[in-house]
């Protein structure tokens, strides 16, 4: 990069402002908006609303690929997760009636499995994020634009990407098998 890159130009040619992006201190401001979607996401009781932090909290993560120079996933995250998955998640919402709470047992329940889901998670990250740091590690080589990803996808990460596709058809099947019951009964 250039640092006429993030300068602006005047008429007379001269750079009044010239700037670098120092670090990563620019991603300061989007990342605390994503945290902040998330937690009001975490702490409001409304659906309604719970639906749209998430929004809010996507395509902050969109923003924030894009401002990382990655724009096939800033692009895939607005609109696959931000749009999308957001549908399906606000048709869930208006299918099932979520105003009466569930049982006393049933909700002991799902906050145990909710933690355990929950410290699980935490540990993946904190392997994934170790190993990332940890000196000698080797990152994959980076495709050449679309197509060398989808030769990747492909190639490499093929049982990866068919299991995730099973797994979607699954969660789909579900779906139509409950609203099926739904309706039924």
Known sequence: MRDSDFG???????????GKFHGLG????????CIGSVLAMILS????????FLVLA??????????LDAPFAAAAQVLVYAGAIMV???FAIMMFNLREPA????????????AILGLVLFAELAIAAVRAIAP?????GEPDGLAGLGRLLFTDYLYAF???SLLILAALVGALALAGKKEGG
């Open 136 to 140: 000698g590690s080797v990152s994959p």
């Open 26 to 33: 620019y991603l300061r401001y989007p990342v605390a908006l």
């Open 88 to 90: 399906l998640f606000l």
């Open 8 to 18: 602006l130009t005047l008429a007379a040619g001269k750079t009044k402002y010239r």
């Open 162 to 164: 068919e299991i995730t």
């Open 103 to 114: 049982p006393r047992e049933r909700r002991t329940l799902r906050t145990f499995l909710a």
């Open 58 to 67: 996507f395509s902050c993560l969109g923003g924030l690929f894009g401002l």
């Open 45 to 52: 009781r409304n659906q309604a609303h719970n639906a749209l």
